[in-house]
């Protein structure tokens, strides 16, 4: 008996290592690349992209010397609530990764018990009316990955958990930058007001200037209400700003993690131009997108969901075992007579599904086309 459960264990671990089912993964390819713009002149050169969003990208902010975004900006890591979901849904995949690495392993368990029964001595064959069972088992089941079922859906996960990686850069990104923006416009508010504040100033002078030159019969009336139209006009723009530059300032604050009321941003000049630009960096900075790279990884995800499909069509192998203690009197339960094992394998396959599996494929191969 011992001699046929090893022939069985080896020969599952054998074809476990030797069987995978479903399409390899190849890394998607534009078709006919060329190799430059027509538009281009013999001095150009055309760069071929090289996905890099591994790179670490860093405090880049920092270019412009403003130390009021850079306090912003820290806060986005840490208090956007956004960002805080991407990043629960990362831990998420991540987790749903150790769930799956765990199929290549054994479970094991145990449900010690203790059962009392009862039967009149009237009954055939009955000596007692009290009969008590007391037993500790130990049970084990596994399941060979025959055809790479728990490998695909280890890769499936990984790639999603990758993406989802991704999918955090991508969103730290994207509100590092709307932040970013949305502080530059608030800022260009506040020059804007301390311009208007100024013309007002000055159109202000102005009313009471003609209004006198009026009152002393060198002006007409309708120079008086043309100032005075100016004057009110103005004063509407600076209103006007002052509610734009609220939203700004409520925006910002949503971005940081705060609520509306709790985030003043003193007023303030934006401080010299903003930092110049090399050329070659806008190439440079597509081939570090984490939006491409997260996309890239859900297509190697759909891939492997194709295997675990075509997986469906063979046979799955099951090996379970239980070995324990049992006896009908606590003071012999450790006893070696008490002892009992058993195992063996079992064999499951679909024989008819009404083409169930078959169109499970095809829905995946199109999910991936």
Not at 104 to 119: E, L, N
Not at 126 to 136: A, D, H, L, P
Not at 258 to 279: E, F, M, N, R
Request: hydrophobic share 40%.
């Amino acid at each position: 008996m011992q001699k046929y459960v090893l022939v069985v264990l080896t020969a599952c671990l054998a074809l476990s290592s030797a069987c995978r089912v479903g399409p390899k993964y190849k890394l998607p390819a534009v078709p006919q690349t060329p190799s430059g713009f027509k538009e281009l002149t013999e001095n150009d050169r055309w760069k071929f992209a090289k996905p890099n969003d591994g790179e670490l990208r860093g405090n880049w902010w920092e270019l412009f010397n403003d130390a009021r975004l850079t306090e912003l900006e820290s806060m986005v890591s840490v208090s956007n609530e956004s960002l805080k979901q991407a990043e629960a849904q990362f831990r998420q995949a991540r987790a749903l990764v150790r769930v799956n690495r765990a199929g290549y392993f054994p479970t094991v368990g145990t449900v010690p018990g203790i059962a009392t029964s009862g039967a009149g001595r009237a009954r055939a064959g009955s000596t007692s009316g009290v009969n008590s069972s007391f037993s500790i088992p130990i049970t084990a089941s596994w399941e060979p990955d025959l055809w790479g079922r728990v490998g695909l859906t280890v890769e499936n996960a990984v790639t999603n958990a990758q993406a989802a990686a991704a999918d955090v850069e991508n969103a730290r990104l994207s509100l590092q930058a709307e932040l970013a923006t949305d502080y530059f416009q608030l800022r260009a508010l506040d020059m804007d007001v301390d311009l208007l504040t100024n013309t007002l100033d000055a159109y202000r002078k102005a009313v009471e200037l003609t209004r006198n030159r009026y009152n002393g019969g060198v002006a007409s009336k309708a120079d008086v209400v043309l100032a005075q139209t100016q004057y009110d006009s103005t004063r509407a723009q600076l209103t006007d700003l002052g509610v734009a530059r609220a939203q700004l300032e409520h925006a910002i604050a949503v971005l940081t993690g705060h609520a509306p009321s709790d985030l003043t941003i003193a007023k303030a000049a934006i401080q010299g131009p903003p930092p110049p630009i090399p050329v070659s960096l806008p190439s440079q900075l597509l081939e570090r997108r984490p939006d491409v790279a997260a996309n890239e990884r859900r297509v190697a995800a759909a891939n492997a969901t194709i295997g675990l499909a075509q997986a469906a069509f063979y046979p799955s192998l099951s090996i379970s075992a239980s070995a324990g203690l049992e006896s009908g009197s606590l003071g012999t339960l450790f006893n070696w007579p008490a002892r009992f094992w058993s195992v063996g394998p079992q064999l499951a396959q679909t024989l008819f599904d009404a083409g169930r599996r078959k169109a499970t494929v095809e829905e995946f191969q199109a999910g991936y086309d």
